[in-house]
């Protein structure tokens, strides 16, 4: 079964660090373009941070630019999100987003899917 697992969230004082893993897990043959997102409480899903497949390009939200940096290692079907400079408006549950090809039975596939969600929460 083919699952994106996120790990890496926690509590971290405001100007602290952490760094998100996102990893396909199951019969995957690779991941596209690895989309981050966050969802604070009440508030809608936003975006935070792209890293294309072969990781020559990026792309931030205004809010995260400068502290936050995505890479990835194709080799570990990983994806990583580096946060530091933390403050109290970037707690919220993190989610990678990414289309995963896979094998089922003989076919190759192609599907889209979310990371279970990890929580950040920065204190003041």
């Known amino acids: 079964q083919v699952q994106l697992v996120e790990s890496g969230g926690g509590l971290v004082q405001a100007g602290g660090s952490l760094r998100l893993s996102c990893a396909a897990s199951g019969r995957t043959l690779g991941t596209y373009r690895m989309g981050w997102f966050r969802q604070a409480p009440g508030k809608e899903r936003v975006f935070v941070a792209a890293?294309?497949?072969?990781?020559?390009?990026?792309l931030y939200a205004d809010s995260v630019k400068g502290r936050f940096t995505t890479s990835r290692d194709n080799a570990k079907n990983t994806v990583y999100l580096q946060m530091t400079g933390l403050k109290s408006e970037d707690t919220a549950v993190y989610y990678c987003?990414?289309?995963?090809?896979?094998?089922?039975?003989?076919?190759?596939?192609?599907?889209?899917?979310w990371g279970q969600g990890t929580q950040v929460t920065v204190s003041s």
């Open positions: 890293i294309s497949r072969s990781a020559v390009s990026t």
């Open positions: 987003n990414t289309d995963v090809l896979f094998v089922e039975g003989l076919s190759t596939l192609r599907k889209n899917y």
